[in-house]
C-alpha cells in the first residue's frame, strides 16, 4: 500500500469482535490524526445515532462502532470535507470539554480565578468549580467572550493543530481515494489495534494481549 500526495488509503468493513473498524492512513502525525477521528465521529454521530471508539498514531487512525461503518470513495470525502472544520471540531464532546479545561488556566492568567496566597491556596477541585462556572456562564449568555475563544484557540492548536490539519484535509479533498477490504488487519492497521488496547481496561499485560492477538492471526493465515 503506497501512499503518495495524490493518493489516500482506507482499510474498510474489517470486523472483529470489539466491532466494525474504519482504518484511514493520512501519515499526518498522531495530533493532526487525534483531529481528523474527532471530525469524522462526529459528523457520523449527527447523521445517525452512532458510538465510536478512537485510536490514533503517527501513521494514520482507528474507528470503531458496534454497527457497521459504510462509507466509500466518495462518502469518506464528503466525511473529511474541509468546510466547516472548525466548527464541527468544536462541536464534538472530545473537544468541548478539552476546551473547558483549558479555560480553567486561561481564567486564571486571565485574573478571572484566584489561586489565593501560598500555603492558603484553594484546593484544586474549588478551582475548576469556579472556572467551570464562568466557562458555562459565557458559553451560555456571552458566547462572543474573548476568553472562550482563546480557550476553543488552544485546543485547536495544542491537541489537533487546526492549521495542519485544515491542509491535511484539503490535501485528501484532491486526492484519488484508495479503499480495501481485508480480511485480517494490515500492517499498518495492526499497531492501531495495539494503540486502542492501551486505552482499555484488563488486569492483563499488554503485551500477552498482543501475542494472543498475533498468534490468532497467524492461525487464520495458516488456515487459510
Not at 3 to 27: E, I, N, Q, W
Not at 145 to 154: D, F, K, P, S
Not at 189 to 194: E, G, K, N, R, T
Request: glycine share 6%; with cysteine; proline share 6%.
Amino acid at each position: 500500500m503506497v501512499l503518495t500526495t495524490r493518493k489516500f488509503s482506507l482499510d474498510g468493513a474489517l470486523v472483529t469482535r470489539s466491532g466494525h473498524h474504519l482504518f484511514l492512513y493520512p501519515f499526518e502525525g498522531r495530533l493532526v490524526h487525534e483531529g481528523v477521528a474527532t471530525l469524522a465521529a462526529f459528523r457520523l454521530s449527527r447523521r445517525r445515532p452512532q458510538s465510536f471508539t478512537m485510536a490514533a498514531n503517527d501513521c494514520g487512525l482507528e474507528l470503531v462502532s458496534p454497527d457497521p461503518i459504510d462509507l466509500d470513495a466518495a462518502g469518506i470525502k464528503q466525511l473529511l470535507e474541509p468546510a466547516g472544520l472548525i466548527d464541527d471540531v468544536m462541536g464534538s464532546l472530545n473537544a468541548a470539554e478539552l476546551a473547558k479545561r483549558q479555560f480553567r488556566e486561561v481564567a486564571r492568567v486571565a485574573g478571572l480565578v484566584y489561586p489565593g496566597l501560598p500555603h492558603a491556596g484553594r484546593s484544586a477541585k474549588q478551582l475548576q468549580a469556579s472556572s467551570g462556572l464562568f466557562y458555562e456562564v459565557f458559553r451560555e449568555h456571552d458566547p462572543g467572550n474573548l476568553l472562550l475563544w482563546q480557550a476553543r484557540r488552544e485546543v485547536l492548536d495544542r491537541q489537533f493543530e487546526a492549521t495542519r490539519l485544515r491542509q491535511a484535509l484539503e490535501r485528501i479533498a484532491e486526492s484519488r481515494i484508495v479503499v480495501t477490504h481485508p480480511p485480517r488487519p494490515t500492517p499498518f492497521a495492526f499497531p492501531l489495534l495495539v494503540e486502542s488496547l492501551r486505552e482499555s481496561v484488563s488486569s492483563e499485560k499488554l503485551a500477552d494481549r498482543v501475542r494472543r492477538m498475533v498468534a490468532a492471526l497467524e492461525r487464520k493465515a495458516d488456515a487459510e
